[in-house]
């Protein structure tokens, strides 16, 4: 079983939508979640950083994670044609562990 | 600032060849990292660095070798390149191990 598991899509959804992309992981020790943002062709960029449970949001993105089912949420709302990219998620058991990284989910926001 | 730049961004090899992937970045980090990116793999993590003159292996690191003689610079060789190893490589830095990973634009290798 891989660490980190994304639906790899890909996800096509209307502007103005939102998206909800999700992740599971394996390991309880995982304490922090990250998403990162990957255009065609270009590197991944760091696009949320979590700690433990919770919420956290920025401007029209909202990162959650269950750890009690080890799930991994990032809502996308009002999605816009410049989304449209590939979603990584990624986790760390803490601050100094190698970061795990899920083969990503591709997503087209159409106008 | 560049960031991390990653040199050639293409190329083409034949089996049994050998190459080196340049990497630079100009953000004074301590980390540096080279992963290979395959469909469905996601990004898995070649060999990294925590610092000037240091190297560690990664989750995937036979086949490749690394050095880091200055800061800035970490470079990744192919001793003799397989088909197996046609990927697209990302060279990445951080300030530290918890902090924000900076990736390059990619390399595409095609081992033929």
């Known amino acids: 079983q891989k660490e980190v598991e994304q639906d790899p899509g890909p996800l096509s959804v209307p502007e103005g939508a939102i998206v909800s992309l999700n992740c599971t992981y394996s390991?309880?020790?995982?304490?922090?979640f990250m998403w990162y943002r990957q255009y065609s062709r270009k590197g991944p960029e760091l696009l949320m950083y979590?700690?433990?449970?919770g919420n956290k949001e920025d401007g029209r993105f909202t990162a959650q994670v269950d750890k009690s089912s080890k799930y991994i949420s990032l809502f996308i709302r009002d999605s816009q044609p410049s989304d449209s990219a590939t979603y990584l998620c990624a986790t760390q058991k803490t601050s100094y562990d190698k970061v795990i990284f899920g083969p990503g989910t591709s997503l087209s926001v159409i106008p | 600032n560049a960031g991390v730049t990653q040199t050639p961004k293409f190329r083409v090899l034949k089996t049994g060849q050998s190459m080196t992937l340049l990497c630079a970045q100009d953000?004074?980090?301590?980390?540096m990292y080279w992963y290979r990116q395959d469909p469905g793999m996601g990004l898995r993590l070649i060999h990294y660095s925590v610092g000037e003159g240091t190297t560690a292996k990664g989750e995937v690191p036979d086949g490749y070798n690394v050095s880091r003689l200055k800061k800035q610079n970490f470079l990744l060789g192919l001793e003799s390149a397989a088909p197996s190893q046609t990927s697209v490589y990302f060279c990445?830095?951080?300030?530290?191990?918890?902090?924000?990973?900076?990736f390059g634009e990619g390399s595409w290798l095609t081992v033929v």
């Open positions: 390991n309880s020790a995982f304490q922090y």
């Open positions: 990445a830095s951080s300030r530290g191990s918890g902090n924000t990973i900076y």
């Open positions: 953000m004074n980090h301590e980390y």
């Open positions: 979590t700690y433990s449970s």
